[in-house]
T-cell receptor
Framework: GDSVTQMEGPVTLSEEAFLTINCTYT??????LFWYVQYPGEGLQLLLK?????DKGSNKGFEATYRKETTSFHLEKGSVQVSDSAVYFC?????????????????FGQGTILTVHP | EAQVTQNPRYLITVTGKKLTVTCSQN?????MSWYRQDPGLGLRQIYY???????DKGDVPEGYKVSRKEKRNFPLILESPSPNQTSLYFC??????????????FGDGTRLSIL
């Protein structure tokens, strides 16, 4: 079945450090890929997305590139801030017909807790 | 403001006492879904609905029911809750499942504790 694997956490960084959170996926067909962020006590918010190979999603200084050859969608940020502390989820969806009868479902990785210290 | 609203945000209850978690969206979305979040497992889909009166099981449907009588509402029902249903629950919606490149919008979550 379809699956998403994220690097194990938690990740602890100092402010202004470089961030990479690895994400790889297994899917039938060509999925759309997403990064969601969950701040403490809140729901998930879309951080960025990419819908086809070689697309780069970007938002708030975060970037991720859809790499079909390595089935990866790694999240990067050049200089993290304390306010970036959150849980980050990599996820995919498949449209019809590759998604079978459950197309539209988000398949999530296990989440990576990021803590940034001043 | 476009949003997905869940209620209650927190609930502590006892085994076997029926409960309903409500979910409402104001974006005229066709697709709605329930997920549960557990440590180390990410989010897993419980049930989903492609449109009014069309619902189906997700990956972990045991012990849950849903209904979709109106486009905006998608309640989650636990008829006889058990402790293994203690979790953080999220409702989500998107324009249509056909457009898989469209992001899903999430509610703020409902933390359920079943004693």
């Amino acid at each position: 079945g379809d699956s998403v694997t994220q690097m194990e956490g938690p990740v602890t960084l100092s402010e202004e450090a470089f961030l990479t959170i690895n994400c790889t996926y297994t899917a039938t067909g060509y999925p759309s890929l997403f990064w969601y962020v969950q701040y403490p006590g809140e729901g998930l918010q879309l951080l960025l997305k990419a819908t086809k190979a070689d697309d780069k999603g970007s938002n708030k200084g975060f970037e991720a590139t859809y790499r079909k050859e390595t089935t990866s969608f790694h999240l990067e940020k050049g200089s993290v801030q304390v306010s970036d502390s959150a849980v980050y989820f990599c996820a995919l969806t498949l449209g019809p017909p590759a998604g079978g009868t459950s197309y539209g479902k988000l398949t999530f990785g296990q989440g990576t807790i990021l803590t940034v210290h001043p | 403001e476009a949003q997905v609203t869940q209620n209650p945000r927190y609930l502590i209850t006892v085994t076997g006492k029926k409960l309903t978690v409500t979910c409402s969206q104001n974006m005229n979305h066709e697709y709605m879904s329930w997920y549960r979040q557990d440590p180390g497992l990410g989010l897993r889909q419980i049930y989903y609905s492609m449109n009014v009166e069309v619902t189906d099981k997700g990956d972990v449907p045991e012990g849950y029911k849903v209904s979709r009588k109106e486009k905006r509402n998608f309640p989650l029902i636990l008829e006889s809750p058990s402790p293994n249903q203690t979790s953080l629950y999220f409702c989500a919606s998107s324009l249509s499942a056909t457009y898989s490149n469209q992001p899903q919008h999430f509610g703020d979550g409902t933390r359920l504790s079943i004693l």
